[in-house]
């Protein structure tokens, strides 16, 4: 797996990532968190670990619909 692939999965299936002291948390949409220790998260450097973060928490790109991670998406209001 490519880290691009990477990063493409992790968009998909997590909403936020949290990167502290060695270990990786991804925050998925429903359920409990992902821990990634090492050697799993040895092989993410600070900085690609840094562009996933961005890469997920960034604001969509113009004209597309991302629901606010605070709003009720089921029952919500537009």
Do not use: C, K, W
């Not at 990532?17 to 090492?38: D, M």
Request: glycine share 8%.
């Amino acid at each position: 797996m490519t880290g691009t692939e990477f990063m493409v999965n992790i968009r998909r299936d997590h909403t936020h990532i949290q990167v502290s002291r060695g270990t990786v948390l991804l925050f998925p949409a429903r359920g409990s968190p992902l821990s990634l220790s090492a050697p799993h998260a040895a092989r993410l450097t600070a900085q690609e670990a840094a562009v996933i973060r961005a890469d997920i928490e960034a604001p969509p790109a113009s004209g597309a619909y991302a629901p606010a991670l605070d709003q009720d998406v089921e029952g919500g209001s537009p």
